[in-house]
């Protein structure tokens, strides 16, 4: 069976999605999850986008040394320089060039002619490849330029040296069959396609990303671009879990193969969700909620009769946890990292020790401990260990009659600790604004979602929260079985955030 290279570009058009900016750290955790999972290729970042971009790329190509590293690059000498500059300590370095092709966007936006577009393509794509034999170029908009002109510009290319050629459906406009009969015809009339990989990067605005993807590889395409959870510019790209369970699933039909190590899918999920702060819709395939929960009578008696008769994946293969086994106040640390290993967590020394001391102050709140309450635990102590300011103490006074009041302590860079109070228009606001004092960032609060993690009153309740400061949108997450406090955490997480990205220019 053929096998299809899986490139993930998580944390470079998956960066790209309004609200998803990550800071270094999270970046690294995200792709040595990505390495576990057993992904081929990362796109790690645009390095020439921003100083933050170009040390995130490096630090992932020194760090993480099984996937190829790949960097974007536009078709631009400046560009790819500094692409190689930061992927040429990677094992494998790859180049990524690209350059729009379609009429729509050479008229109304680049203003140059085809004839131009075809030489920058070739003359940039030799550039590259004097860096590295690993170079990937992509016709942007492909899927809205004459195939004829698509044929000549990879022609071009493989002969300039790109090992790996991508259609992108930029603007997710096309439709399974029409796009599968665009890569069918690229392997009819590109004289040398065999030189190189066809790659397809799909993106999701009429909800086809996944079924252009497959398609294409019905038609012989050997790389799939994709996102975990479908994250990406606009309406996402095509998610990765998704097209390798398909292919898994329907091995009968599609007759191949992925390196995917599919147990670890629900991990690299949840941990995407967490540090983006893009919640996973319940309905989504693979991942969200409800993917393995049957609610309907003739439904729950089939499967426990026989899965088989409606469930097509087993949610142990894509690492969903048994929901049955739940912890407690006399569940002791042997226990619990016994679960943390079943989740897919191995944390340090002092990490498990922090993350032990959490869960025993939960469970002396809360009586059945979950493994969702322990996924938002760990998210809540991960969010806390690289923080300007820490939450130290937060009170408030509020109902019907009082006028909302919050007091807050915060603990500052050196240990300084900082107090002070104000009142709002409800205890959310007050405590806002209490920290506002002390902090002094100008932001506007743009989103603010509660919802809690499992059933029950005594359920941690999970903040999200997205504030603005100078045109970006910064995500702040907190957790508490208080969800006063959930959201005094969650707002200085965003402001922590802020901060950094600040810092990081
Ligand atoms: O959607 C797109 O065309 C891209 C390219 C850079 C491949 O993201
Ligand atoms: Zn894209």
Known sequence: MDRVIIFDTTLRDGEQAAGGMLNIQEKLEIA????????DVIEAGFPISSPGDFEAVKLIATEVRTPVICALARAHPNDIDRA????????????????SASDIHRVHQLKKSRREILQTSRDMVARAK????????SPMDASRTEPEYIYQILEAVIAAGATTVNIPDTVGYAIPH???????????????IGQAVVSIHCHNDLGLAVANSLESLKQGARQVECTING???RAGNASLEEIV?????????????????????YRTSRLVSEVTGFPVQPNKAVVGANAFSHQSGI???????MPITYEIMDPKDVGVPASSLVLGKLSGRHAFKERLAELGYSLSEDDFNRAFAAFKELADKKKRITHKDIESLIAEEKRTASETYHLDRVQVTCGDRGIPTAAVRLVGPDGKVLADAALGTGPVDAVYKAINRLVGVTNVLTEFTVKSVTEGIDAIGEVLIRVESDGI??????ADTDIIVASAKAYMNALNRLLAAKKAG
Do not use: C
């Not at 040595?32 to 992904?39: I, T």
């Not at 949108?473 to 907190?478: A, S």
């Open 32 to 39: 040595r999850q990505l390495e576990k999972l057993g992904v």
């Open 84 to 99: 190689w500059e930061s992927v040429k300590h990677a094992e494998r370095p790859r180049i990524h060039v690209f350059l």
């Open 130 to 137: 004097t860096y590295t034999q690993d170079v990937e170029f």
């Open 178 to 192: 029409e796009f599968g009969t665009l890569i069918g015809g690229i392997f009819k009339n590109v004289s040398n």
């Open 231 to 233: 994250i990406g510019e």
């Open 245 to 265: 369970m398909a292919i898994k699933t329907r091995e009968d039909l599609f007759q191949l193969t992925t390196n995917i190590d599919t147990r670890q899918i």
């Open 299 to 305: 439904h729950q008696d089939g499967v426990i009769k």
């Open 473 to 478: 949108t910064y995500t702040g997450r907190g």
